[in-house]
């Protein structure tokens, strides 16, 4: 069964002070894995899709990683703006270049000034 | 940038009656998919298609129906509405490629269902 595990479930930081945020996932056949932001009450905001392990992709003060087993979410000096849903989801191969996602439970980020 | 667009945003029903949410999706997406979110839970997937066939299907209560229109619009029919159908939900659309590798799913704002 495909799986996709989040930690911590929440994370309290000082705007400023770097941390990771894990995905753990187990899938037959990884297709792509992808991390969205997602506001309360909003949609989920694509962040980045990585396809292989050793990928690594940057945008501003985030960068993705991805192992065979899990993926990381490096978070460089946040800032309050920061804070939100990190939700980490995977595309199993199905034989098809279409499929579902399977998102975890997600990462609720919260920095402070 | 043109988004995924969904009506309404927020809809209140009461028990028994129907509901029908729609999706639009990128221009020159061609496939839209379906979920459902519900309070501190994370998406989970209803059903999907592509070139407005059913391309997956999920969890989705054998209440619900969709479709995929001739300008790629998706409809979301919700009939017999139950309290435990009170959820978010999102259409996502993408652009699907003959790769092996996925394609990234891009995200509406949602619809906000309320059953009474």
């Known amino acids: 069964e495909d799986q996709v595990t989040q930690s911590p479930e929440a994370l309290r930081l000082q705007e400023g002070e770097s941390s990771s945020l894990n995905c753990s996932y187990t899938v037959s056949g990884l297709r792509g894995l992808f991390w969205y932001r997602q506001d309360p009450g909003k949609g989920p905001e694509f962040l980045f899709t990585l396809y292989s392990a050793g990928e690594e992709k940057e945008k501003e003060r985030l960068k993705a990683t991805l192992t065979k087993k899990e993926s990381f979410l490096h978070i460089t000096a946040p800032k309050p703006e920061d804070s939100a849903t990190y939700l980490c989801a995977v595309q199993a191969d199905r034989g098809s270049t279409l499929g579902r996602l399977y998102f975890g439970r997600g990462t609720q980020l919260t920095v402070w000034p | 940038a043109a988004g995924v667009i969904q009506s309404p945003r927020h809809l209140i029903k009461e028990k028994r009656e129907t509901a029908t949410l729609k999706c639009y999706p990128i221009?020159?997406?061609?496939?839209v998919y379906w979920y459902q979110q519900g309070p501190g839970q994370d998406p989970q997937f209803l059903i999907s298609f592509y070139e407005k066939m059913q391309s997956d299907k999920g969890s989705i209560p054998d209440r619900f129906s969709a479709q995929q229109f001739s300008d790629y619009h998706s409809e979301l029919n919700m009939s017999s509405l139950e309290l435990g159908d009170s959820a978010l939900y999102f259409c996502?659309?993408?652009?699907?490629?003959?790769?092996?590798?996925?394609?990234?799913?891009?995200f509406g704002p949602g619809t906000r269902l309320l059953v009474l």
């Open positions: 996502a659309s993408s652009f699907s490629t003959s790769g092996s590798t996925g394609e990234t799913q891009y």
């Open positions: 221009p020159r997406h061609d496939t």
